[in-house]
């Protein structure tokens, strides 16, 4: 009686497995569909404006003839971007080093993480709004519009997601390494700097990615700080041209050739992030091996 009993719960196992296997393959191919379609369509539109003038050219606000291209916005994303990561990605390892090693359980560190949770949830345009108010307005660093100001909204919008994803990481490196290097006689200092961080980095990377990603496809912050200018230029102080921008003024053009050099660019964009994907896992695999 025990065997058919035993029996016919491993078989009722068995078919709720099934079961919740198929759901699960459901579901993610039902998740799979519209990022599919959205890749094809990217492709289809965004193939059709590239071209070596495409990457090569500046837009040059022709109504009538050729448009340019985007040299300027890839060279402008990828300036205000890098800014905005030299600042988030520094500044949000160190806090999440002390909310982990210093911090921890402390009531500071409560609401360092209270704030961190809040800063997580604002809307991009607050950013934008808060640095055009403090900044732009009041024409602080002799200018109004500056690429400086859209790299310093990007970083706080970057900021919490590197501090909670590098907290995350950090708490998964095992306490088994700390103790034996304080054991040794190590500083506290020290353990962090050839312990914990070099544990952690492959993980501290991939969660800087996800905030670059984030910041690199971000409008609203940029039209209240940045504006927009057409020209290449190397100066943080002035106003300079992003992908985002372009794609958001190119798309609502009437004329259908500068709409296709707005699918160009979202598809541009999609591909800066992409390689930077590619980079970072190569960087972490790198690590780990090493």
């Known amino acids: 009686m025990n065997g058919v009993t035993l029996h016919g719960i491993s078989a009722r196992r068995r078919r709720t497995d099934k079961v919740m296997r198929a759901s699960l393959f459901a579901a993610t191919l039902i998740a799979l569909v519209p990022l599919v379609l959205i890749i094809y369509y990217l492709l289809y539109k965004g193939l059709k404006a590239w071209s070596g003038s495409f990457f090569t050219t500046d837009p040059n606000g022709n109504f009538f003839g050729n448009p340019g291209g985007v040299r300027s916005a890839i060279f402008g994303t990828l300036e205000i971007v890098g800014l905005a990561t030299l600042i988030a990605v520094p500044i949000g390892i160190c806090v999440a080093l002390y909310l982990t090693e210093y911090g921890k359980d402390g009531p500071f560190a409560s609401v360092v993480r209270y704030f ?82 070099p544990t952690a980095t492959p993980g501290l990377v991939t969660g800087s990615l996800l905030a670059i990603s984030r910041g690199m496809g971000e409008t609203a912050p940029l039209l209240f700080t940045v504006s927009l200018a057409f020209g290449l230029t190397g100066n943080l102080n002035a106003q300079m041209n992003s992908l985002p921008l372009q794609i958001f003024t190119d798309i609502t053009n009437p004329r259908s050739v500068i709409v296709t050099r707005a699918w160009g660019a979202a598809l541009t964009l999609v591909a800066l992030v992409l390689i930077l994907n590619l980079v970072a896992r190569a960087v972490s695999r790198r690590s780990r091996m090493a």
Do not use: Q
Not at 136 to 155: M, Q
């Open 116 to 197: 961190v949770d809040v800063m997580t949830g604002v809307p991009s345009i607050v950013f934008g709004l808060f640095i055009y108010i403090v900044l732009v307005i009041s024409h602080a660093g002799g200018t109004g519009f500056a690429a400086w100001k859209g790299s310093l909204a990007l970083s706080l919008l970057m900021l919490p997601i590197v501090i909670r994803s590098a907290e995350v990481v950090l708490l998964l490196v095992p306490d088994s390494l700390r103790e034996a290097a304080l054991a040794l006689g190590a500083p506290r200092w020290r353990v962090v700097t050839r312990v914990v961080l």
